[in-house]
Each structure stands twice: as structure tokens, then as C-alpha cells.
């Protein structure tokens, strides 16, 4: 079975990081992000994986190379012109024609059990089998609608927000967990080569736009597999610092170091995650931040609740501050 890993987009929730990378080749916990999608695959016996490139391209050839590393083997797929979550796969469809194959997010974090869905997939025959999970705080992902067969019925708006009046409980990691939780997509699916009958050639689709909503028009079984397992997804800055805070205090910690960094004696960080090569000058307090490669936070610097990184590595400052050397994003 071979695996498509979804990698092409610009990150553009995830600025400053992805000026000068794409989203999945940031650095999570010392390791490229789409490293952790790869490992996934893997563990699931799955060692064919296609990644497909666009902005940014050769962070994500730095991260992987050729996957011999990683013990698998990685083709590329570079767009010219973005294509889109089935157009990305149009692009290799006849490379997924002889068997069925899975498609997976390239900028998350998880231990579901993907073997699980792939028995439900092919239980059901289904043209497509799409991994569900409680929105248990009601965040900003598209409601996925599914009948009492746990068919695919309808893509829907986003979730009310939480309000004081709702009925709610306390869920992992202290989010509240609201009665009756919307169903959202993890960008985990398990697709039939069938599906290629609905997926447009040779132009940008989206796949729970132009694909899924067309086979289901037609009766075709798109097969909701619902699970409760571990799942982060990096799509946000505040998402991102937010897994990086979780992963940390399990392991006990407070602060991640990438290679290279130094923290002077009187200098205060907590609750932050270092790239590369930074600098931090006694008397400096950061907390809550995430510092890119190669920044030199100032003694008289405090950071808080924000992004930093070089100004020089970033093309037009969208917003923020530039304070010296640095570009300062607020959370």
C-alpha cells in the first residue's frame, strides 16, 4: 500500500515560521514536523510514500531525502501551481490505480490507530473511508455530518463558539468538552482507486469540496471511522506553541532547545520553544514563545505571548513589530 503525505500549502496561519519553509518542515520537538507523518506511515507497514511540493520545496528535501533514513522511500510530486487536497493526487493518480492507498496531512501529530480504519475500509467497501474525531472544544474545523449506517452525509460550516451558557464539561488537556460535540475531519483517509472517477484532471480541487460531496451524490459509500486517539494539528501558531507547551510538560519540561542555543546565567524563559542557533542575553525574560533560527534576544528584551524571528529572512512584514534585528509576531 502506498501513502500520499500532503505538504505543498503556504502556511500562511503559520507566519513568520513558514517564510523561509513550509509548514510541515518545521521543527516540532527537534524534528521536522512531517518527519512525525512519515514515522506514522511506517509503524503502519506503510514504506511507499509520495509527498507532494510547492512553496518552499527543498525544506521539505532537507527534512527527508530520500526517506532511506527514515526507512521508507519518498517520491516527490512538485506543483507548479498549487493543486489542491485531489488535485495533488490527480497529479499521481497513475501511481495509485493498483491498490488503495492513504492520504494524510503532512503537519500533524498522532497515535491513531490507522490499521483500524483500513479494516473498516475494506469492511464497507467504501470509495473512501475519512478518520473523524470529536471537535470536543468546538475549534475552528469544518463539521463532518454522518447518517446512523456512519456514512459521510454532508460537509457543514464551522461550530458555534463555547458559550457560558452551554452545557459543558471538563475534557483532556483542561479543554471544555461540549455536550453533543461535532464530528471534524483529521485529514486522515483511506481512499479506493475508484475515487479517481471523481476527481477532476489536471486542475486545483479540494477533495471535501469538489470529490467527496459528488461521490456521495452518487450513493457511493464515503465511510465516517470515528476515533477517540491522541491528534495535534500545527495549522495555527497558537496551535502549534500549544502542542510544543503539551509535549513538553510530559516530558517534565519547560523549555525546548534546538542545536546550538544558549541561555545566559540571569536570563529568564519558560514555556518556550527555541529553534536553531538562538541567543538569549541575561536580564532577557521570554515565556510563552516560539524563537526562530539564529535570533538574538537582548538583555532588556521581554517577550511574551509571541513569535520572533530574524527580519532579515522575512520578504514584507505583514504585521508585528521589528524591534533591532528581529521581527516580533503577537500570538
Known amino acids: 500500500m502506498k501513502a500520499v503525505i500532503l505538504a505543498a500549502g503556504f502556511g500562511t496561519r503559520l507566519?513568520?515560521?513558514?517564510?523561509?519553509?513550509?509548514?510541515?518542515?518545521?521543527?516540532?520537538?527537534?524534528?521536522?514536523?512531517?518527519?512525525?507523518?512519515?514515522?506514522?506511515?511506517?509503524?503502519?507497514?506503510?514504506?511507499?510514500?509520495?509527498?507532494?511540493?510547492?512553496?518552499?520545496?527543498?525544506?521539505?528535501?532537507?527534512?527527508?531525502?530520500?526517506?532511506?533514513?527514515?526507512?521508507?522511500?519518498?517520491?516527490?510530486?512538485f506543483e507548479e501551481e498549487i493543486l489542491g487536497t485531489s488535485g495533488a493526487i490527480d497529479r499521481v493518480r497513475d501511481e495509485l490505480l493498483d491498490d488503495d492507498f492513504i492520504v494524510i496531512n503532512g503537519k500533524i501529530v498522532t497515535d491513531i490507530d490507522l490499521h483500524a480504519a483500513m479494516r473498516e475500509h475494506q469492511e464497507h467497501q467504501a470509495i473512501a473511508t475519512l478518520v473523524l474525531k470529536e471537535n470536543a472544544a468546538r475549534e475552528h474545523f469544518s463539521i463532518v455530518e454522518i447518517d446512523g449506517r456512519r456514512r459521510v452525509t454532508h460537509f457543514?460550516?464551522?461550530?458555534?463558539?463555547?458559550?457560558?451558557?452551554?452545557?459543558a464539561t471538563e475534557a483532556g488537556g483542561g479543554l471544555l468538552k461540549i455536550d453533543n460535540a461535532p464530528l471534524m475531519f483529521t485529514g486522515i483517509q483511506v481512499l479506493s482507486p475508484r475515487i479517481f472517477d471523481y476527481v477532476p484532471r489536471k486542475c486545483f480541487s479540494h477533495s471535501t469540496i469538489h470529490v467527496y460531496p459528488c461521490a456521495i451524490a452518487d450513493g457511493k459509500p464515503v465511510v465516517a471511522h470515528i476515533t477517540n486517539g491522541n491528534w495535534f494539528e500545527m495549522s495555527t501558531l497558537d496551535r502549534y506553541l500549544e502542542a510544543s507547551l503539551s509535549f513538553m510538560r510530559k516530558a517534565g519540561a519547560s523549555v525546548i532547545q534546538g542545536a546550538g542555543c544558549s541561555i545566559e546565567s540571569g536570563a529568564s524563559v519558560e514555556d518556550a520553544v527555541l529553534w536553531e542557533r538562538v541567543h538569549v542575553e541575561s536580564g532577557a525574560r521570554v515565556r510563552n514563545a516560539v524563537i526562530g533560527d539564529d535570533v538574538r534576544v537582548p538583555a532588556d528584551a521581554v517577550i511574551e505571548n509571541a513569535v520572533v524571528v530574524r527580519r532579515r529572512i522575512v520578504e514584507e512584514v505583514e504585521r508585528g513589530t521589528v524591534i533591532g534585528d528581529n521581527l516580533i509576531v503577537p500570538l
Open 156 to 167: 457543514a460550516g464551522f461550530p458555534e463558539t463555547v458559550t457560558a451558557e452551554a452545557s
Open 15 to 77: 507566519w513568520p515560521l513558514t517564510e523561509d519553509r513550509t509548514k510541515p518542515a518545521i521543527p516540532f520537538l527537534n524534528r521536522p514536523l512531517i518527519a512525525y507523518a512519515v514515522d506514522y506511515l511506517a509503524a503502519h507497514g506503510i514504506r511507499d510514500i509520495i509527498v507532494n511540493l510547492h512553496h518552499q520545496p527543498e525544506s521539505i528535501r532537507r527534512a527527508l531525502g530520500d526517506g532511506s533514513a527514515l526507512g521508507v522511500k519518498i517520491h516527490y510530486s
